[in-house]
Every structure is written in C-alpha cells, then in structure tokens.
C-alpha cells in the first residue's frame, strides 16, 4: 500500500518537481509524464496519434522500471527512497489517527462489507 501511495504521490509532484528544475540547455523544458488531454479523439490523426500515445504509455513504463531499478543499485537513492519511504509510513499513521479520518475508514469497511456481501457465492 505504502508503494503505491510513494509512487501515486511521486507523480503527482512531478509536475511541481519539475517546475523548479532549470531548463535544459537546448532550451526545451522536461516532459510533463502526467499530461491531460491525451486521447486518440482529440488529434487530427488518432490512428497515428493512438499509435504514438501507445509507445508514450511504453517510455514511461520503462521509466518507472527504470527508477526502480536504480533506486535498487544506488546506496545514496536507496537512502533517499527509505526516508520518504518511513515518512509517508508516520504520515499515513498521523492521518488514520484523526477522528475525521477514523470515520470514513469505518463507513469505507462499511461499504465495502455491503459490496462484498453482494458478490456472487
């Protein structure tokens, strides 16, 4: 749960990230990985566009697999992922201790019990 909860986070502040990062010296700015918008329907050509928006799901997949894999190899990365690692841990803890948060976790087993209940048997 903690990894999805780093990595759903990691994408969520890239775009922030990345704003305060320089521009490279070719001038183009970084990609944004999470862009809106990107629908075969919303281009001129969507068999094209379906076919480059396929290999851009491809690029970042392979980007993911990527910073795993380094995070894996490099002592100094791995420190770094352990740290956000345990802080996310104390956040979630923080948050789940809250009274507001207390309630919806119990409505959340709640729902979740009634839906299970309908499932076939």
Do not use: W
Request: aromatic letters at 4%; charged letters at 30%; a positive charge.
């Amino acid at each position: 749960m903690y990894r999805k909860l780093l990595f759903c986070s990691l994408c969520t502040a890239l775009p922030l990230l990345l704003s305060a990062v320089p521009e490279s010296e070719g001038g183009a700015a970084r990609p944004l990985i999470n862009r809106k918008g990107l629908e075969p329907g919303n281009f001129a050509d969507p068999s094209t566009a379906e076919k480059l928006l396929n290999e851009r799901r491809a690029l970042i997949l392979k980007m993911h697999k990527t910073r795993l894999e380094l995070i894996k190899k490099d002592p100094k990365l791995k420190r770094i992922h352990a740290q956000i690692t345990a802080l996310y841990k104390e956040l979630a803890v923080e948050l789940d201790s809250k009274r507001e948060m207390t309630l919806l976790n119990s409505d959340l087993r709640l729902l979740d019990s009634k839906i299970d209940s309908l499932q076939k048997k």
